[in-house]
């Protein structure tokens, strides 16, 4: 009888360029990348470890190399695998291969496998990083013909930048601070923004403090989505009457089955969602578009940053997401 099996490697992927938020600059991202073999089939996963969560790609790594999956009961225990592992990067790689794998042994596509076959993902934002204002209004021109646009805010002259930016871009625009402002700055910003047709804006103060969070989403009429703040369905329920919506990413819940959890919740409590991404390859994109079909809105635009995606899947047009027809997550270049 077949036995499961887990390799781990630490990948440097290139940036096409800095990628800057009020917080942190990067110029390469730091992945990890997990092989869950079953027979002759290969699943594959990816995370991109959080640092302001305590994590590295290190501690990742030492602790997928430690699991002992002899604990699951096979390769669809998809829902073992929350035992193994609390919420975060490491379990969220894992997960994704498990998913990847039984699409692949079951002859399905991710889709098929969550029961979202026919659905389409939400037009993707994509994002344009804290940089100079010309460069960020040149990037704006550049992705007028695209539905949806992301601008990291938090800085000195965000409202100007945004100001200009609107008149280029037509379409529409989220910001996402990132937990850059203070809760006076956020307010005083956001009134600010107010006239400029803003869809929704991210974590405008630091994780942490629902009070004032409330605070912020109760004092401007644009709409405050939590990230950093929200992980779990626990997190969610948590939230609700503190902001209008919570963006979900499979690194935070701990992949695809974590996810779907705390996005029935968001539903049940009236919540809008999304789900977002970090500096990935197709192979998270690929597992994020499939839950997007289930979502509001969606930020899935990591590969479009990289230098080159390694594990190209997902394809994009215009904003338009198009999901892998192959079995599982129907990515290449996986064994």
């Known amino acids: ?38 027979a002759d089939l290969v ?72 029961g979202v076959q026919g659905l389409r993902p ?39 930048a945004l100001e200009r930016i609107r008149e280029v871009f037509p379409g529409a625009i989220r910001i996402d601070a990132n937990e850059g ?17 803003v869809e929704l804006c991210e974590q405008p103060i630091r994780r942490g403090q629902l009070d004032d969070l409330r605070e912020v989403t109760d004092a401007t009429s644009v709409p405050v989505f939590a990230d950093e703040d929200v992980k779990t369905a626990e997190d969610v329920a948590a939230l609700a009457g503190c902001v209008d919506g919570v963006n979900l990413k499979l690194r935070k819940t701990g992949g695809i089955r974590e996810a779907l959890r705390a996005l029935a919740t968001a539903r049940a409590l009236g919540l809008r969602t999304m789900i977002g991404c970090d500096l990935v390859s197709g192979v998270s994109a690929s597992a994020e578009a499939v839950v997007a079909c289930l ?11 990289l230098a080159e995606d390694p594990f190209p899947g997902v394809r994009y047009e215009l904003g338009m997401v198009t999901l892998p027809t192959g079995p599982g997550l129907g990515v290449g270049s996986v064994v």
Do not use: Q
Request: charge should be negative; proline fraction near 6%; aromatic fraction near 4%.
């Open 1 to 38: 009888m077949s036995e499961l099996s887990l390799t781990v490697e630490a990948r440097d992927l290139p940036l096409a360029e800095r990628f800057t938020i009020s917080t942190k600059s990067w110029d390469t991202a730091s992945n990890v990348f997990v092989r869950l073999r079953y």
């Open 43 to 114: 699943g594959i996963g990816e995370c991109s470890p959080e640092d302001r969560s305590g994590e590295s790609v290190e501690s990742v790594t030492k602790e997928l190399r430690a699991l002992d999956l002899g604990r699951l009961g096979g390769p669809f225990d998809l829902e073992g695998i929350g035992a193994l592992l609390p919420a975060g990067s490491a379990r969220c790689a894992l997960d994704i291969a498990a998913h990847d794998l039984a699409g692949k042994l079951s002859g399905l596509t991710l889709a098929e496998l969550l």
């Open 122 to 160: 939400p037009p993707t934002s994509v994002t344009i990083p804290i940089g100079e204002p010309d460069e960020m209004v040149e990037r704006a021109r550049r992705l007028r013909d695209h539905p949806v646009i992301k601008m990291k805010v938090g800085f000195s002259g965000d409202v100007e």
């Open 181 to 197: 402002w203070s809760v006076e700055t956020a307010i005083d910003t956001l009134r600010a923004m107010e006239g400029l047709d």
């Open 295 to 305: 979502c509001d809105h969606c930020d899935i635009d990591g590969p479009l940053l």
